[in-house]
Antibody
Framework: EVQLVQSGAEVKKPGESLKISCEGS????????IGWVRQMPGKGLEWMGI????????RYSPAFQGHVTFSGDKSISTAYLHWSSLKASDTAIYYC????????????WGQGTTVTVSS | QSVLTQPPSASGTPGQRVTISCSAT????????VTWYQQLPGTAPTLLIY???QRPSGVPDRFSASKSGTSASLAISGLHSEDEADYYC?????????????FGGGTKLTVL
């Protein structure tokens, strides 16, 4: 079964750093893009950007460029989303999702990681 | 602000047919295929329709979609109570401001 399993919920303070993970299984992880999508409380979906595990290529949405970093380790089929300094406005559910091409549809989604940033 | 515009809500009774529209304000999006995602309450989104009108395996044929120019629509026939969910259209926007996926604002479907 093809699946993406994300790391558990996080509660952090403003200014702290955080890295959440997305582990793929059941397919060749290196050959599919991993997109990241934000959903703020009660709001819609926002595309943050996309990461290619095969060569660590990245494309960021302008709205998120400079505030988050995508990375991954194809040897353990895992992609990461990293913040160096969280803000309260980063409170949201973050989803990873698989895509065969960077501009294609996302056919498999992780269960989501809830990030709460509060002082 | 989404460049894909959806009605915020839609409703229907069991057995009815409902449609949800998705209108692009950017002509770049009009040249790219539209995807539809379903998000059941409290769960992650799932792929419902890709390449304007293709259903992944496992999606009932009650769900159909079409695209014409810069507008797309999702139709659900024979509405079921379990279809109550948020529905999002999405497409690739290759504008110079930053290519990427854009989502519509989402439509909350209520089954009365």
């Amino acid at each position: 079964e093809v699946q993406l399993v994300q790391s558990g919920a996080e509660v952090k303070k403003p200014g702290e750093s955080l890295k959440i993970s997305c582990e793929g299984s059941g397919y060749s992880f290196a050959f599919y893009w991993i997109g990241w999508v934000r959903q703020m409380p009660g709001k819609g979906l926002e595309w943050m950007g996309i990461f290619y595990p095969g060569d660590s290529g990245t494309r960021y949405s302008p709205a998120f460029q400079g505030h988050v970093t995508f990375s991954g380790d194809k040897s353990i089929s895992t992609a990461y989303l990293h913040w160096s300094s969280l803000k309260a406005s980063d409170t949201a559910i973050y989803y990873c999702a698989r895509s065969y091409t960077p501009n294609g549809h996302m056919d498999v989604w992780g269960q989501g990681t809830t990030v709460t940033v509060s002082s | 602000q989404s460049v894909l515009t959806q009605p915020p809500s839609a409703s229907g009774t069991p057995g009815q047919r409902v449609t949800i529209s998705c209108s692009a304000t950017n002509s770049n999006i009009g040249t790219n295929p539209v995807t539809w995602y379903q998000q059941l309450p409290g769960t992650a989104p799932t792929l419902l329709i890709y390449s304007n009108n293709q259903r992944p395996s496992g999606v009932p044929d009650r769900f159909s979609a079409s695209k014409s120019g810069t507008s797309a629509s999702l139709a659900i026939s024979g509405l079921h109570s379990e279809d109550e969910a948020d529905y999002y259209c999405a497409a690739w926007d290759d504008s110079l401001n930053g290519p990427g996926v854009v989502f519509g604002g989402g439509t909350k479907l209520t089954v009365l």
